[in-house]
């Protein structure tokens, strides 16, 4: 199998703090925890998610949370510096979460990432998420999975 890496603006969503019921904000959301698609995710464009529909990874799912970190405070970093540090968190997390080497996994991942607008808000938060290359559901923890 064949993974074609695509730049994390390419594949990441734009987080902005907002609230919504019956959602978890994307700025609540925790390793470990899962989620399902939201409306439009199939294009993997940048696109902006204010919350997402967590449910139980025993359960089927699509995407898994397997990294958090926050960008240090400054201005705003912009596009390319965005996605150099979604390259290098991610990708170390990947390995550290899943047990397998990103190159060789069967899963790809994508960011939610702060906007110009939520930075000014002190949104700091890039949350690293994995789903299967084939979208395939997912059905339990991918932690230490070594898929």
Known sequence: ????????????????????????????????????????????????????????????????????FDLPDGAFPGPDAINASVVTQCDAGFDLYVGTPYADSRFVYGALFPTEESWAASDREIVCFLWDIEFLKLTGSMENSRL
């Open 1 to 68: 199998m064949t993974k074609h890496r695509t730049g994390a603006l390419a594949i990441g969503v734009l987080a902005l703090a907002l609230f919504a019921s019956g959602c978890t904000s994307v700025l609540s959301i925790d390793v470990g925890q899962c989620f399902n698609d939201w409306e439009g995710a199939e294009d993997l464009e940048v696109q902006q998610v204010t919350e997402l529909d967590i449910v139980d990874c025993n359960e089927p799912h699509d995407n898994e949370v397997y990294r958090i």
